[in-house]
């Protein structure tokens, strides 16, 4: 097979990002698994040579490795992706390489929990100030930030209450003063949001959720939009010895070959589940960003091109024992804290939910679902039934 001279959709790229790996055996679809801790040198003088092209030890990755890192570059438009051992192993490492002693940062309030625990726990110990702001606080940013803010970390939208930060206006005002700025993009996959062409420094992936697939793999990445940027997070990944395992990245890589396939069936499902479940008296809300009553409907029109299958929905107020009673009766639907795998899953969030921005008000109980490859009408008679517990 000669390679595509200019490949242009989406998934033509996705197909055949980083296809071909040096040394490969002409006739494999798909860059083997190197696995190796010890790389062998011809002779003494090339231990130290260090040499770009020169492979030295397999912490620092093999094909393998670097196929992954090349297709999620491509994917993110970033000009160098560095690999890590989980999705929120890939959160820390961007917020430590870019942490200074003494400096100020600013994080969206509705970032991923454990995210949050890290700066509470291990930047503040560092002698880091954390403070959180409105996720819809969009040019507002400006009044918080302070002459030693260091970062500025988003998540868009938040992966349980569903608020899309302004990018843009967020970059922008970052950028004038010389501030990095770090997107967890793992809602929109890399596939439907590219937060590095607006100018924001690093998009961070869980890649655990929609590119690899099928909820048998942790992985993360984060990407970066300029070469600085890139060198400074593999230099911070290198001195802490940060590494992947190449059997971890060759399923990863996999997974990414059929994510816009994936997303397709997903978006689709999931805003058809939304839709009815907006009709539904049971419910109070439905947080997904592409039903035009979302607080931010105007927002992600503007800066995504789809939506993937993570949404929320707030019930009108019932008991915990209900709530309980309700996620149990739904037989389709896997009790489970990830998402983005090709089966469905649910869980309750309020228990998950810490806020200190004020911005969010717990109205009613929320309920997250992360939509499969189920059929969509299938997923709705199974709720539909497990709904009839809440009367
Ligand atoms: C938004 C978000 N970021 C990061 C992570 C962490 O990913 P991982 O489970 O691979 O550490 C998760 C996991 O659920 C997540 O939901």
């Known amino acids: 097979m000669s390679a595509p001279q200019t490949p242009k959709g989406p998934n033509t790229r996705l197909v ?30 090339d231990l130290y040579a260090r040499r770009p092209e020169q492979r030295y030890y397999g912490r620092y990755g093999t094909a393998t490795q670097s196929a992954l890192c090349d297709a999620i570059s491509d994917l993110e438009g970033a000009a160098g992706t560095v690999l890590a051992p989980s999705g929120l ?12 002693p003494g ?36 040019a507002d940013l400006q009044s918080q930030i302070r002459d030693n803010t260091c970062a500025i970390f988003l998540e868009s939208p938040g992966s349980l209450t569903l608020e899309i930060n302004d990018l843009p206006a967020i970059a922008a005002l970052a950028q004038a003063r010389g501030i990095p ?45 300029d070469k600085a940027g890139a060198e400074l997070m593999h230099q911070y990944a290198f001195l802490n010895g940060n590494t992947v395992s190449p059997d971890d990245a060759y399923l990863t890589l996999r997974g990414m070959r ?20 907006s009709g539904r008296d049971e419910v109070m809300r439905v947080l997904h960003p592409a039903l035009p009553e979302h607080p931010d409907h105007e927002l992600w029109k503007r800066d995504f091109t789809g939506a993937s299958g993570l949404f929320s929905i707030v019930l ?26 090709f089966e469905s899953l649910v869980i309750h969030c309020d228990p998950q939910i810490k806020r200190t921005a004020g911005s969010w008000d717990a109205a009613g109980p929320l309920v997250r679902f992360s939509i499969g490859l189920e059929d969509a009408d299938d997923l709705i008679a199974d709720i539909e039934a497990a709904l009839a517990v809440l009367k």
Not at 24 to 32: F, H
Not at 89 to 100: I, P
Request: glycine share 8%.
């Open 316 to 341: 009108n107020p019932v008991s915990p024992e209900k709530v309980h009673d309700f996620v149990n009766a739904l037989s389709l639907f896997g009790i489970g804290f990830s998402w983005g795998g």
């Open 103 to 138: 400096g100020h940062m600013l994080i969206t309030d509705s970032v991923y929990g454990p995210t949050r625990n890290f700066c509470d726990q291990i930047l503040t110990s560092r002698g880091l100030e954390i403070e959180y702001f409105d996720p819809r606080a969009g």
């Open 181 to 225: 700025t770090l997107v967890d993009n793992t809602w929109a996959a890399g596939w439907f949001l590219k937060p590095l062409e607006m100018g924001i420094d690093y998009s961070i992936q869980a890649a655990t959720k929609y590119h690899t697939g099928h909820s048998d793999v942790l992985m993360g990445a984060v990407a970066s939009r």
């Open 258 to 277: 059929t994510m816009g396939v994936r997303l397709a069936h997903q978006q689709q499902s999931a805003l058809r589940i939304a839709q009815w479940l």
């Open 16 to 45: 055949h990002a980083a296809r071909r790996v040096k040394g490969m055996a002409k006739d494999l679809v798909n860059p083997p698994v190197e696995r190796a801790s010890t790389i062998l040198f011809e002779r003494a003088e």
């Open 89 to 100: 192993a890939a959160c820390t490492l961007a917020l430590s390489a870019v942490s200074k």
